[in-house]
């Protein structure tokens, strides 16, 4: 198949739900808007109608980018389809870090193609049904420019598109005052059928899990928390908390290390993301 890669738009936006599912994955029609709002989706064209391979690229500046959402069709698979889409998208990232979480199947491919394994992230399930709210308050209009900076900060690149689609879309944006301003924010966004808690910025782990329980109790529903390994005092907490535990991937790298001052971010926006 030699069928080109091509930038897709928001129009295709079935295209990518439907190639998800062929690989049983959750169709996730709010993730895919924002995924199209703040990165890059790639595809490639089955011959025979709709998509036979895709991926997302979202680029933070110069100095990382994200790659997820990678998705052969199993009509397709194993004749070099993934390896092409991921070559593609490490062409047009040109930030100094690349990150992704692999599952087990795409994992090999990554690592020829110059990725290492840094970390694992666990995804989380629960229900939360108590809120106290006593560490952290609703984020503000002029919250926002602190936030950025925090965010950055700790992310090590401008999230600030990000963080703008996510005030627009969060079912919960809250921050914690420090003396000079926010020095933590977290943010709860409708996903697929569950409520993601993330990204979750602190200064410690205390600030962001009471970030997140403040978070989860006003969720009515099931929330998913995505734990790095990073953290495994966070990993004892949610088992501590029976939080149903669901696949765990590889946290991948090319490049450089990731920038920012990561051990105060305490979880991602979505692992498609960063
Ligand atoms: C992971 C995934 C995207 C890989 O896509 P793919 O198009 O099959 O990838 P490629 O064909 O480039 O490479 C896969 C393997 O086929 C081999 N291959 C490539 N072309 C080949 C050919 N013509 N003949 C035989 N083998 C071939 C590659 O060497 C590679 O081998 P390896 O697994 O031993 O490293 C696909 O399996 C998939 O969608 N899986 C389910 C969803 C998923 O887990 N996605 C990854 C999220 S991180």
């Not at 290492?116 to 420019?145: G, L, N």
């Given at each position: 198949?030699?069928?080109?890669?091509?930038?897709?738009?928001?129009?295709?936006?079935?295209?990518?739900?439907?190639?998800?599912?062929?690989?049983?994955?959750?169709?996730?029609?709010?993730?895919?808007?924002?995924?199209?709002?703040?990165?890059?989706?790639?595809?490639?064209?089955?011959?025979?109608g709709?998509?036979a391979?895709m991926?997302?690229?979202?680029?933070?500046?110069?100095?990382?980018?994200?790659?997820?959402?990678?998705v052969?069709?199993?009509?397709?698979?194993?004749?070099?389809?993934?390896?092409?889409?991921?070559?593609?998208?490490?062409?047009?990232?040109?930030?100094?870090?690349?990150?992704?979480?692999?599952?087990?199947f795409?994992?090999?491919?990554?690592?020829?193609?110059?990725?290492?394994?840094?970390?694992?992230?666990?995804?989380?399930?629960?229900?939360?049904?108590?809120?106290?709210?006593?560490?952290?308050?609703?984020?503000?209009?002029?919250?926002?420019?602190?936030?950025?900076?925090?965010?950055?900060?700790?992310?090590?690149?401008?999230?600030?598109?990000?963080?703008?689609?996510?005030?627009?879309?969060?079912?919960?944006?809250?921050?914690?005052?420090?003396?000079?301003?926010?020095?933590?924010?977290?943010?709860?966004?409708?996903?697929a059928?569950?409520?993601?808690?993330?990204?979750?910025?602190?200064?410690?782990?205390?600030?962001?899990?009471?970030?997140?329980?403040?978070?989860?109790?006003?969720?009515?529903?099931?929330?998913?928390?995505?734990?790095?390994?990073?953290?495994?005092?966070?990993?004892?907490?949610?088992?501590?908390?029976?939080?149903?535990?669901?696949?765990?991937?590889?946290?991948?790298?090319?490049?450089?290390?990731?920038?920012?001052?990561?051990?105060?971010?305490?979880?991602?926006?979505?692992?498609?993301?960063?």
């Amino acid at each position: 198949m030699d069928v080109p890669v091509r930038r897709l738009d928001v129009g295709e936006l079935g295209n990518c739900v439907e190639l998800a599912e062929s690989r049983d994955w959750t169709p996730e029609q709010r993730k895919w808007r924002m995924l199209f709002h703040v990165g890059e989706v790639y595809g490639i064209d089955d011959p025979a109608g709709g998509l036979a391979g895709m991926v997302t690229l979202t680029r933070f500046g110069t100095e990382v980018a994200g790659i997820g959402m990678m998705v052969v069709s199993p009509r397709h698979g194993r004749r070099g389809l993934g390896t092409r889409l991921m070559t593609h998208a490490l062409r047009e990232a040109k930030t100094a870090s690349v990150w992704l979480t692999a599952t087990d199947f795409g994992r090999p491919l990554y690592e020829k193609l110059g990725f290492r394994a840094v970390s694992k992230s666990t995804q989380y399930f629960a229900r939360f049904t108590e809120q106290s709210v006593t560490a952290s308050r609703p984020v503000s209009t002029e919250d926002f420019a602190a936030v950025v900076e925090l965010d950055e900060h700790v992310f090590g690149a401008p999230r600030t598109d990000l963080l703008r689609y996510l005030t627009g879309i969060a079912d919960d944006f809250r921050v914690v005052d420090g003396p000079d301003g926010p020095v933590g924010y977290g943010v709860a966004w409708l996903g697929a059928g569950t409520t993601q808690i993330g990204p979750v910025v602190a200064a410690d782990q205390d600030m962001a899990l009471t970030l997140i329980a403040e978070l989860a109790g006003g969720i009515d529903g099931y929330v998913r928390l995505d734990i790095d390994h990073w953290h495994p005092d966070m990993l004892a907490w949610a088992e501590e908390h029976r939080m149903d535990e669901g696949m765990t991937t590889t946290v991948m790298v090319a490049g450089d290390p990731l920038p920012g001052d990561r051990k105060r971010l305490f979880s991602p926006v979505a692992v498609a993301i960063g």
